[in-house]
């Protein structure tokens, strides 16, 4: 079985986060959502939302793929946390799925992980990085390394996702359950 994990700052959109969590959960993916802090923290829009543990519980576990929703404050502190830096380096090393929306498209160009890369994000957010090919598409696959806008764009994004870890039938057959 695939593994997933999203992690979850203070600030972070939770929209993004959640249907990221809900839509791969349905595709059979084995999703661990972590705050980068312990307990319920607040999203970008004032939902609480209770991680399932802390990134420091699973730091050291595998992952087929990570995954950085957006939001402010929650990208700045992501970004502001070298254990995501470091993580998502590695990820990228080990030939892992590394993927954000939103804003936190920023934390992966902050850890050089865009640099030469296709990529897109919220407007402006990857304005301070122009070693970035920054494209206006909503989602934008380089590699191992996917990319989304923002909250309108997230359920693609989540469904991209699922299919990356389960397979474009499993996707399909997700997308149909939601009625869209």
Do not use: W
């Not at 999203?43 to 595998?62: F, N, W, Y």
């Not at 939001?71 to 080990?94: C, E, F, I, S, Y």
């Not at 299919?163 to 359950?177: D, F, P, Q, T, Y």
């Amino acid at each position: 079985m695939k593994t997933a994990l999203v992690l979850f700052a203070e600030g972070s959109e939770e929209l993004e986060a959640v249907t990221i969590v809900n839509i791969l959960r349905r595709a059979g993916v084995t999703v661990t959502l972590a705050g980068i802090t312990a307990g319920a923290l607040r999203g970008s829009r004032g939902v609480s939302i209770a991680p399932d543990t802390t990134l420091d519980a699973v730091l050291h576990d595998s992952f087929d793929m990570i995954v950085l929703p957006g939001g402010q404050p929650g990208t700045n502190n992501l970004q502001a946390d070298a254990r995501v830096l470091k993580l998502v380096r590695q990820m990228t090393d080990q030939g892992k799925f590394v993927a954000a929306i939103c804003a936190a498209p920023a934390v992966l160009a902050a850890a050089g992980l865009l640099d030469g890369k296709q990529a897109t994000c919220y407007p402006t957010c990857l304005d301070g990085f122009p070693q970035v090919h920054l494209q206006t598409t909503a989602i934008v696959e380089d590699g191992r390394l996917i990319t989304s806008r923002g909250p309108g764009t997230a359920m693609d994004f989540a469904l991209l996702l699922a299919e990356r870890l389960a397979g474009k039938a499993k996707r399909n057959e997700v997308e149909a359950g939601l009625v869209r």
